[in-house]
């Protein structure tokens, strides 16, 4: 059964790219169609235990943000949207305390609307220009209040437990809708499994994909479960360009809960660091001391990468994990400044009060994505991409801690401006997109451990190789075209096994280290790498190509 519906902007996913885009896009008039797989506030955004970066502080500088980002990013940021971030970050944060979101004053508590606030530092950043709210719990307060404005406008229909099954195309190339999956409950094999109920077609005058991250690719991860890579499948079959994607950052400090452990895992914020915690070996001594100028504060792929080394080779190295030791911060501090961390930490039996933090480096951030400017347009027309899901050329080779938040919400205000004041025209009826392969879901816990090991911190062409040979071989066959498969699982087996194989071919392809794409056989970057990797489906196959130079100012 499949029912229609008509609308002017069809975003998939609602954390802060989607809902900015969505709210400002439905304040301008349009009628917007919100579809998620879960329901509000499941996404990353709700985890984020790190702030928003933005100039605020005079002893800081727009010029000295922009050059931190650009430092981080390996020289593979544009320039020009680094630019266009930093510029639009102070704003974007005075309209979330608009619509009433709660940021941590310098005492620890809620600052008025317009009360001073406390701003903090990161890895990367060498000014403190990080906003928090509720300690380490910036992403839950921006959740609430973005899903608060969701729920107010009568321009806004919210259509949660729906998932997305392929964007409708017209015979020019112009995405026209989004055909989606209405979720259920039905017993399965004496389990509850999530199965298609509905299929609504809706066609739409312009399609955002805010669907966030594809860290479920890998064995261990601080992604939620629905961060299965939705919307770059999606929209490689829809023809759209896919760049950086090899470009995955690893977060230095995860819980580490026993060998073996897999899924989301609990993050420990990098603002611990910020306020003093270190990184130390099984007998106490400093990882990070002599390996870069900013020490436990250098960027995330230079951390994850020492700490690689260090457990694998290094004397007090215990081979899977360190220590983050922040005893030296105190009860209150930690008490007051990380909350949410404090009773994960607990509730696994660790008291980060007196004893340091079992960590790991976990899959966290794509660095890339689909191809996008800050304004959502991709080269499909019709097809707009924000936040996690779009490679806007922010980030280039490695996020730069608390820029993630900052950019969902600076790109989803330009896109919902773009689109309130601006759709595309109508296109022509639908043809067929590339049907979704069939996947069995048993192989994506296998497609997942070869993930971590041959394309995790560090890779190599052997091993990146055997990947894309173990992929090959994880029961992949043909679809018939217009037979979606009727179940979640299979349908986020199939967008992880394509977004592994992007991942894993956009890797080999790419023969250089630089940011957090580390290969052992190729030390360090190279002049003539300072391009894009861009990937694209092709007759079914994932092909990747090397492309322009980056863009500079």
């Not at 499941?42 to 933005?54: C, H, K």
């Not at 195309?169 to 004496?190: E, F, I, N, T, Y």
């Not at 004893?355 to 347009?377: F, Q, T, W």
């Not at 694209?536 to 092909?543: S, T």
Request: with cysteine; charged share 20%; aromatic share 2%.
């Amino acid at each position: 059964m499949t029912r229609y519906v008509d609308t002017d902007v069809l975003v998939l996913g609602a954390g802060a790219a989607g809902a900015a885009t969505a709210v400002t896009a439905a304040a301008a008039g349009r009628r917007v169609i919100v579809a998620l797989k879960g329901h509000l506030g499941d996404g990353s955004t709700a985890w984020a235990q790190g702030g928003l970066a933005a100039v605020l502080d005079p002893r800081d500088s727009p010029a000295a943000h922009v050059a931190d980002t650009l430092a981080a990013g390996a020289g593979l940021c544009d320039e020009l949207a680094v630019r266009a971030l930093v510029a639009g970050a102070p704003a974007a944060i005075g309209w979330l305390r608009r619509l009433g979101a709660r940021f941590d004053a310098p005492d620890g508590t809620p600052a008025g609307p317009n009360g001073v606030l406390a701003l903090t530092r990161e890895g990367g950043h060498r000014y403190d220009r990080v906003v928090h709210a509720g300690g380490d719990a910036s992403g839950a307060e921006v959740s609430r209040v973005l899903a608060r404005a969701l729920r107010a406008d009568p321009r806004v229909t919210i259509l949660e437990r729906h998932v997305g099954l392929d964007l409708l195309v017209d015979s020019d190339g112009q995405v026209v809708g989004g055909r989606l999956g209405r979720l259920g409950r039905r017993a399965d094999a004496g389990r509850d499994a999530d199965t298609i109920d509905e299929v609504v077609e809706v066609h739409a005058r312009a399609v955002v994909l805010a669907t966030g991250g594809l860290g479920q690719a890998y064995a261990a991860t601080t992604n939620p479960p629905g961060a299965t890579g939705d919307g770059i499948a999606l929209a490689l079959r829809a023809g759209a360009t896919v760049s950086d994607i090899e470009f995955v950052q690893f977060h230095p400090t995860v819980l580490w809960r026993g060998p073996g452990a897999t899924g989301q895992q609990v993050l420990i914020s990098e603002a611990m660091r910020g306020e003093g915690a270190v990184l130390v070996d099984a007998t106490g001594r400093r990882v990070m001391l002599g390996r870069h100028p900013m020490a436990d504060l250098a960027p995330r792929d230079v951390v994850s990468a020492a700490m690689h080394a260090h457990m694998a080779s290094a004397p007090g190295g215990v081979g899977d994990h360190l220590w983050l030791d922040a005893t030296v911060l105190g009860r209150a501090t930690l008490e007051r400044r990380f909350p949410t961390i404090l009773a994960a930490c607990r509730a696994a039996g660790i008291d980060p009060v007196t004893e340091p933090i079992p960590v790991a480096p976990g899959a966290h951030y794509s660095c890339g994505g689909v191809r996008a400017g800050l304004d959502g347009r991709t080269d499909v027309p019709g097809l707009f991409a924000v936040g996690e899901v779009a490679r806007t050329g922010v980030h280039g080779a490695n996020r730069l801690a608390s820029n993630s938040l900052t950019e969902s919400l600076v790109a989803g205000r330009l896109t919902g401006d773009l689109l309130g004041a601006w759709l595309p025209e109508p296109g022509g009826e639908p043809v067929p997109t590339p049907p979704l392969p069939r996947v069995d879901p048993r192989t994506r816990a296998g497609t997942a451990e070869a993930m971590s090991r041959w394309a995790g911190v560090v890779r190599d062409g052997t091993g990146l190789t055997r990947l894309l040979a173990a992929l090959a071989r994880a029961g992949v066959h043909r679809s018939v075209p217009g037979e979606p498969p009727r179940d979640l699982a299979s349908i986020e087996a199939a967008h992880l096994h394509l977004v592994a194989t992007a991942i894993a071919t956009a890797a080999l392809t790419r023969e250089e280290s630089r940011g957090c794409h580390r290969r052992a056989d190729a030390d360090g970057p190279r002049e003539a790498w300072e391009t894009q990797v861009e990937v694209r489906l092709v007759d079914g196959r994932i092909e990747a190509t090397r492309e322009r130079a980056v863009v500079a100012a």
